[in-house]
């Protein structure tokens, strides 16, 4: 069982950037598949960025030179810096894990996910 608690989330102007953290309460042995997902009212969920136990990442293309995921393996701590937040980003961002591979991409089934953390960014 892994716990995931996301933080850092909060409201910020149109340009700015903002950094998001989730921590794993367990350590996780690798091969897993970490990752940050948002969802915006009235929308559906949004695979953000996805990063393996070998520091292999995928980005989706509307965050594409603007977002970057990593992570510390000491920590057990995933991140997500965001630059040049735009309106359309406001949403709950949370983190999800699964163990296996990133391979199946954004639409493969995440065990274990956080509450996720509010992003509000205002023109």
């Known amino acids: 069982q892994v716990q995931l608690v996301e933080s850092g989330g909060g409201s910020v102007q149109a340009g700015g950037s903002r950094r998001l953290s989730c921590v794993a309460s367990?350590?996780?042995?690798?091969?897993?598949?970490w990752g940050w997902f948002r969802q915006a009212p009235g929308k559906e969920r949004e695979g953000v960025a996805l990063?393996?136990?070998?520091?292999?990442?995928i980005h989706a293309d509307s965050v594409k030179g603007r977002f970057t995921i990593s992570k510390d393996n000491v920590l057990q701590t995933l991140y997500l810096q965001m630059n040049s937040l735009q309106p359309e980003d406001t949403a709950i961002y949370y983190c999800?894990?699964?163990?296996?591979?990133?391979?199946?991409?954004?639409?493969?089934?995440?065990?274990?996910r956080g509450q996720g953390t509010q992003v509000t960014v205002s023109s």
């Open positions: 999800a894990v699964r163990y296996g591979s990133c391979s199946g991409g954004f639409e493969a089934v995440f065990a274990y």
């Open positions: 990063i393996d136990s070998a520091s292999g990442t």
């Open positions: 367990a350590y996780m042995h690798a091969p897993y598949c």
